[in-house]
């Protein structure tokens, strides 16, 4: 079976193929996908076509899966109208993906289309980490509560922390910290999310490369009564115009690094008012696992700059965790960075979203067919995997 694995995002495209479960051949575009037109999908669709002979199925990583979508889901018109109607909810990463959904379910008419839900791998957190003290009309009739976001990279994380340790990830404490442009934290027990640091939207939590983070909630209210700004300008400058961008004029971590090296006070106060909330929250969220077994990085900055990681790191001293130097400079992929005598493993893992889609994608079909096989009366087919017939 081959699928077709679509990570469409703000300013990027991911796709890659896996055939029979194994990722083989993999590409990134930077581009604005929304932007896409019919003729430059046809030679990437030709491209992908001529390694993979047929595509059965797309997947979709989906930002935003709101209340509708606790896990992944084979979209029809109805999933489409729900994965649509979020579209408020994750402006900057919903349009993309409702566009080249709508756009592969037209140019891939015979393949299966599945939606991969950012916000799935936090549908178990206890009300008390996804509650905000608000009124009750907000979070009963709105919906207003915290949903999460980064499930995919974030799972991706805790089952490799649990391989390389060779540890049962039923077992292990993990905080996986995925710092790309979008960051977030996870609080991982038992295998799943018990707490993370994006909310309601991919706004809250962590600085970000031009998003806020957390800011006081009667920030918004001030400007627009004071000021000229529309409720949409104070949103859209939140979203684009602030985090690294606001404080230092730049996205990119690693130029604001080269210029808090050359004493550059902007670019100073944007990395430590970044390791000052990333270390904080990495404190809140060990607190939330319950202890930590493993802290991961991933993400752009994450498995990239040893510097962004020995930030936080040295502000997680009074946890008792230590890094080596060196091996943080090395800056391996999939390796433990920590010293003998830390608290807990330190890990740089390369995420890879695409894996967890196939993953969650092959654990749906699998469902699927068993759901068919039981209706007709027949023997349920075997498990994904080694063939074993246990559930996924
Ligand atoms: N060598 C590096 N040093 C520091 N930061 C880096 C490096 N390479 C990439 N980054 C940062 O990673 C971020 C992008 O992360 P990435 O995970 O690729 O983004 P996205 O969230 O869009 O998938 C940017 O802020 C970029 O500056
Ligand atoms: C949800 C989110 O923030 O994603 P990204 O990191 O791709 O922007
Ligand atoms: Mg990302």
């Known amino acids: 079976m081959s699928m077709l694995l679509v990570n469409a995002g703000s300013s990027s495209l991911k796709i890659s193929i896996a055939v029979d479960g194994e990722v083989i051949y993999g590409r990134s575009l930077a581009t604005s996908v929304s932007a896409m037109t019919d003729a430059e999908w046809e030679p990437l669709l030709a491209e992908f076509t001529a390694v993979a002979d047929d595509i059965d199925v797309v997947v979709h990583r989906v930002a935003h899966g709101g209340r509708l979508f606790g896990e992944a889901a084979i979209v029809d018109d109805r999933v489409m109208a729900g994965i649509e109607e979020l579209t408020d909810l994750a402006p900057l990463h919903q349009p993309p993906s409702v566009a080249t959904l709508e756009r592969l379910r037209r140019m891939l008419p015979e393949a299966t289309q599945i939606a991969c839900f950012d916000t799935a791998f936090h549908a178990r957190m206890p009300a008390e980490a996804y509650t905000y003290a608000i009124p009750e009309e907000w979070r009963n009739v709105y919906g207003v509560r915290r949903y999460g976001f980064h499930g995919l990279a974030h799972e991706y994380n805790v089952r490799e922390a649990a391989t390389i340790l060779d540890r049962d990830l039923l077992e292990l404490r993990v905080v996986s910290a995925h710092l790309g442009s979008g960051a977030s934290l996870a609080a991982v027990r038992d295998g799943h999310s018990v707490d993370t640091t994006m909310g309601f939207t991919p706004l809250e939590g962590l600085v970000m490369s031009t998003r806020s983070g957390t800011i006081d909630p009667a ?70 696992a319950g202890g930590l077994d493993a802290l991961v990085f991933s993400g752009g900055i994450g498995e990239h700059s040893p510097v962004a990681r020995a930030m936080i790191l040295e502000r997680l001293r009074p946890l008792g965790l230590r890094f080596d130097e060196r091996l943080n400079q090395r800056n391996e992929m999939d390796r433990e960075i920590q010293t003998e005598d830390s608290s807990a493993a330190i890990i740089v893992v390369a995420t890879r979203e695409d894996i967890t889609m196939v993953r969650q994608a092959e654990a749906l079909l699998w469902l699927r067919e068993q759901h068919e096989a039981e209706a007709e009366g027949q023997q349920p087919p075997l498990a994904p995997g080694e063939g074993q017939p246990a559930a996924p």
């Open 219 to 288: 920030v918004s209210a001030w400007l627009v009564a004071n000021t000229d700004l529309s409720v949409r300008e104070v949103i859209t400058k939140l979203e684009r115009e602030s985090g690294l961008l606001g404080l230092a004029g730049d996205t990119r971590m690693e130029n604001i690094v080269e210029r808090a090296a050359s004493a550059e006070p902007e670019a100073q106060l944007a990395l430590g008012v970044w390791s000052h909330r990333a270390a904080g929250m990495i404190g809140q969220m060990v607190i939330s």
